[in-house]
């Protein structure tokens, strides 16, 4: 996870020069924008690996399930960045379409989006498989980053062959559209920080993965309960479940622990699996209907 983020950080570092020292020589709003894009990927980068550092401590007294909802906390520094940046590249294009247009060397940026271009679209596709691979938010978000960068990048392209053209606004234009897509962005990383930091459920596609497993165990006459959150990259859940009411302590333990193991091997995410056990009688069933409708009236 750090290799392939320490990349990105030397590969933004050198994109962050290239377009602002050419931007600055040629004037051009839309490539000047493109490199304070590239720019704030190299903030968020070591915003990346700081998140990861944290998370990755173990429990301790004050964190005691851990400390992975810190690379939550780094999305959502990296879905603020986005926003605001966006936001700077919107005014500043405004501002650019209401001053009479002014023409660009459209050669130098068709050059210099083309090879960003080119770069920021393999960072993304390398990032993004590590993050799937370690199950990283943060590290997804990033990779996102990187994806506007190059579709920032394929805009400020089409600015530059337009100029060619004799369109010589296009290089504003182009500089709103990186603008407004920032924002997109943005907003939508900063929706998905605020549901893991709200414990919202993973997904339906989990829940029936994990309830399948479950449901393969014959030993198990019944199951209510279940939760699952996010933590950071990992998953908490929590499931009681109901077995023979003659069934010894030792079979519970037993039983619970190949539950553990299978709902472990069956998805590919870290989980953290609380399983208490209840026995199989009336009583119990009647209980778990009744949390049920009372769930489901709330």
Not at 14 to 26: D, E, N, Q, S
Not at 96 to 103: C, Q
Not at 241 to 255: E, V
């Amino acid at each position: 996870m750090n290799r392939i983020t320490w990349i990105g950080a030397g590969c933004n570092l050198a994109l962050t020069g290239m377009k602002l020292v050419v931007g600055y020589l040629i004037g051009s709003l839309a490539l000047i924008a493109d490199g304070y894009h590239s720019f704030s990927d190299l903030g968020t980068d070591f915003v990346v690996l700081l998140g990861s550092r944290l998370s990755n401590r173990p429990p301790d007294r004050s964190h005691p399930f851990g400390h992975g909802k810190f690379e939550t906390f780094a999305t959502w520094i990296i879905a603020l960045v986005l926003v605001v940046g966006g936001g700077w590249v919107i005014f500043e294009a405004v501002n650019s379409l209401m001053r009479p247009a002014e023409p660009v060397r459209s050669g130098w940026i068709i050059a210099t989006a083309a090879a960003s271009l080119v770069v920021k679209e393999w960072i993304f596709r390398a990032t993004m498989h590590t993050a799937h691979t370690c199950h990283s938010s943060s590290l997804k978000a990033n990779a996102w980053h990187h994806r506007s960068d190059a579709l920032s990048s394929l805009i400020v392209l089409f600015s530059g062959i337009a100029g060619l053209l004799g369109w010589l606004r296009s290089d504003a234009v182009a500089g709103s559209l990186v603008g407004l897509m920032i924002c997109f962005i943005g907003v939508k990383l900063n929706y998905d920080a605020m549901m893991e930091l709200s414990e919202a459920s993973p997904g339906r596609e989990i829940e029936d993965r994990i309830k399948h497993i479950i449901g393969g165990f014959r030993e198990v006459r019944g199951w209510h309960r279940l939760r699952i959150r996010r933590i950071g990259r990992e998953l908490s859940m929590d499931i009681h479940i109901l077995l023979d009411s003659d069934a010894t302590i030792r079979q519970g333990h037993d039983i619970t622990k190949r539950i553990e193991k299978g709902v472990k091997e069956g998805i590919d995410w870290p989980i953290n699996l609380t399983i208490h056990v209840e026995p199989d009688t009336e009583e119990v069933r009647d209980a778990s209907r009744r949390f049920a409708d009372w769930v489901l009236k709330g």
